[in-house]
């Protein structure tokens, strides 16, 4: 009877052992569930699909943080964003209820497949180190991506420095046909700017304005690839550009007017003209710097130095050519005088030999000559004798500083138009 009796409660014990719970209630317990150990490196580039008729979804988001340069020289800018992308592999799920509610575990994005992601304009960037991704108990995996990147931008810089930018940053996955793969959206585009400027860091010479999606099909090697493009306007803040630029180019331009139109003699007038022509140039080279080498339209600020560039030189060669009509004047009155001046000479000399051989005519060729050329001794001056100032000379500096005002006049008005048309 004893031994009947220990046999049975040894059973007993032995069966409330076997039928005990096993908690299971750790991230590794999930790891070791999935298996991950064991997958090959192959596993981890292999599509996971489970229907070969249906694509894999990969929902694509993207946020904006920074505009960290745009080099108008280079015809590039350089971005600095987050990609947040989310997938579902049927592949790596487990039931929450036999792990202790554990719902979502971080792994590295060597573990499982992830999508490969292509942006169509990149000329060089780089990544975070940060390459995990979260992965959700009903196979959900979660991917986000810190990228700063510099891209290809086809900048119009013809309203110079009030322009407005939109570049195009295209990401597509030329690994997989829309067959297989399929890159989606899954907020609008008023979303994403609103969550981008939340998170814009930059407030300097560019200003984020605009974000929109555009999703098309790309036909390469009769397949059809999904792109995402995603279109960034900006606009730039011309402050920086308008006191070291243009208002210094307009400071000289009124002051070689008021050169001009001084009172100052006309070497003196050259020489002011002159150094200030030397000053615009400087502040062209500065600009020459700044803007791209080859273009097929020239900026409007070009335009601008050049034209004021040009009615520099038109103000130096109007006082040029007053000077130079003042010099001939002074020289055909010089050679008058010197005519002049020799006819008198003759004159008195026949006079003196007609006295000499007819003493009785001198009083005759006085009378001859007019009373006041008598009472003062001296011979009359001949009617062609020229006038001591030109008087065609003000009227001809008043038509060109006008005309020079009114041509200065209509060339701003039309670079003020083109500004801001």
Known sequence: MLLQAFIAILTFSLGTAKAAPRHVCTYYDVIEYLNISSHSKLHSHILPKTDLKKPVEVRMNFFLVAILSVVEKLQTVTFYFVLSLE?????????????????????????????????????????????????????????????????????????????????????????????????????????????????????????????????????MNDESFGVVTYVISMERRPT?????????????????????????????????????????????????????????????????????????????????????????????????????????????RKDINQTKTHPAKEGTHLLNLPKAAQEKGQPAQPHWQLQKQDPFYPVLEKVLLYSHLLLSLVFFTVISIKWSS
């Open 240 to 348: 920086l550009y308008v006191l070291n630029l243009i208002l210094p180019t307009c400071a000289l331009y009124l002051l070689d007017m008021a050169v001009l139109f001084g009172p100052s003699t006309l070497e003196e007038k050259i020489s002011f003209q002159i150094a200030i022509i030397l000053g615009s140039s400087m502040l062209a080279v500065i600009l020459n710097d700044i803007l791209p080498t080859s273009s097929n339209k020239p900026p409007v600020i070009v335009v601008f130095f050049l034209g004021t560039f040009l009615l520099m030189i038109m103000a130096v060669l109007d006082t040029f050519f007053l000077m130079h009509h003042q010099h001939k004047c002074l020289r055909l009155d010089k050679v008058l005088r010197s005519f002049q001046q020799d006819r008198r000479a003759e004159l008195g």
């Open 87 to 219: 997938w579902k592999n049927t592949f790596a799920t487990w039931d929450p209820k036999d792990f202790c509610n554990i719902t979502k575990v971080v792994l590295p994005t060597e573990a499982y497949w992830s999508p490969p992601v292509f942006i169509l304009e990149k000329v060089n960037g780089q990544s975070s180190n940060l390459e995990y991704v979260h992965v959700m108990h009903d196979g959900i995996f979660n991917y986000t991506q810190a990228f700063q990147v510099t891209l290809t931008c086809s900048l119009m810089i013809f309203k110079f420095p009030f322009d407005t930018q939109t570049c195009n940053l295209s990401i597509a996955s030329f690994l997989y046909p829309v067959t297989d793969l399929v890159m989606k959206t899954t907020l609008t585009s008023a979303e994403m700017m609103q969550t981008s400027k939340s998170f814009l860091l930059t407030d300097g010479e560019w200003k984020f304005t605009n974000l929109s999606i555009v999703e098309y099909l790309e036909e």
